[in-house]
């Protein structure tokens, strides 16, 4: 088990993220920001399978599907609420009912207002971790740092973190009193030393988005590309693993090449090798790998009883991607 920051919360080692299981949005250009399709019952059941394995952490934002990730969590863990830890995240308007995300409203009164809407998607009285979905800037953010620390003594939120790749923002929430860890992006193709190396003077948890590449560490390949309403059809800048169309960059796709075999042995998969690669970095880390189905949860799931790379796996690899 892994502790979140200097906040009293336990979770498992490897947590799942739950941006996929909330179905198709877009852009009001119609953009998709989703992963497509998504069977619901498939996504309850592969829920409650995970928690059967021992994962304890479930993220998911209330943007994500546009509210449909919170409600289908929520129905997923109906009864055994008390078994597990939630994360969501707030800072996006969107329309549920068209499935569209607007902007982002970076107001006090929003924050008290969004958080009562995720409580009653997910049916819980309270979440355990609430992070800030957008970066901005210090004048902005120390407000609604604040403002979490009123949800804290409201009862409404157990602690808070920002979602964010920038060292300076993460290390402004960690001085508040309940900030529990920092969301950031971290895989074996993207290293982030300046930010793990903040978590461990400022005692935070490292959330780590992305750390299948979004499944170019998983289950695509170039003969198995994205398709219909993904946001890897139609990749935004920031999302550098994917071409046009779904298919693999192939600069990206020669190093997962070069370190395939490394990743795959001792019996891993994989994608349990990349989770095994984020959990020698440091023992702060605790990834989020997505998943739509019962099968990927059980293969996530199973990564725990590998546990991380050894020295020498570790080493391997570093020069593998230098080379």
Same mark, same amino acid.
């Given at each position: 088990m892994r502790t979140l920051g200097r906040v009293d919360i336990e979770v498992s080692p490897v947590g799942f993220g739950c941006w996929a299981i909330g179905g198709p949005f877009a852009h009001p250009t119609r953009e998709p920001l989703g992963w497509g399709e998504v069977d619901d019952e498939e996504s309850i059941r592969a829920v409650r399978r995970a928690v059967e394995l021992g994962v304890t952490f479930f993220d998911t934002a209330d943007v994500y599907g546009a509210g449909h990730s919170e409600r289908v969590l929520g129905q997923a863990l109906a009864g055994i609420r008390d078994q597990v830890v939630i994360a969501t995240k707030w800072g996006n308007t969107f329309d549920e009912s068209t499935r569209t995300m607007y902007d982002k409203d970076s107001s006090v009164e929003y924050v008290h207002k !969004? &958080?009562?809407? /995720? $409580?009653?998607? %997910?049916? @819980? *009285? #309270?979440? *355990? %971790? #609430?992070? $800030?979905?957008?970066? @901005? @800037? !210090? *004048? &902005?953010a120390l407000? $609604?740092?604040? !403002?979490?620390?009123? %949800?804290?003594?409201?009862? %409404?939120?157990? /602690?808070? !973190?920002?979602? @964010? *790749?920038?060292?300076? /923002?993460a290390e402004l929430f960690s001085e508040g009193e309940h900030c529990a860890a920092v969301q950031h992006e971290l895989s074996v193709l993207h290293d982030a030393p300046e930010m793990l190396e903040l978590c461990e003077r400022a005692d935070l948890a490292s959330i780590n988005r992305t750390p299948l590449g979004m499944g170019i560490l998983g289950r695509r390949d170039t003969t198995r590309p994205a398709t219909g309403a993904d946001i890897r059809t139609l990749p935004p800048s920031w999302l550098r693993f994917f071409d046009k169309g779904g298919v693999p960059a192939p600069e990206w796709w020669d190093k997962v090449s070069a370190i395939r075999d490394v990743l795959q042995s001792d019996g891993r998969t994989l994608a349990q090798g990349a989770l095994a690669w984020i959990w020698a970095r440091s023992p702060r880390t605790v990834p989020i790998p997505g998943f739509r189905t019962v099968a990927q949860a059980e293969e996530n799931a199973a990564a725990m009883a590998h546990g991380p790379l050894s020295a020498e796996q570790m080493a391997e690899i570093a020069k593998l991607l230098d080379d």
């Open positions: !969004a &958080v009562r809407a /995720s $409580l009653d998607r %997910l049916g @819980t *009285d #309270y979440i *355990d %971790l #609430y992070q $800030l979905h957008f970066d @901005t @800037t !210090a *004048d &902005v407000p $609604l740092r604040e !403002a979490c620390e009123d %949800l804290v003594r409201e009862g %409404l939120i157990r /602690s808070y !973190a920002w979602s @964010t *790749d920038t060292p300076s /923002s």
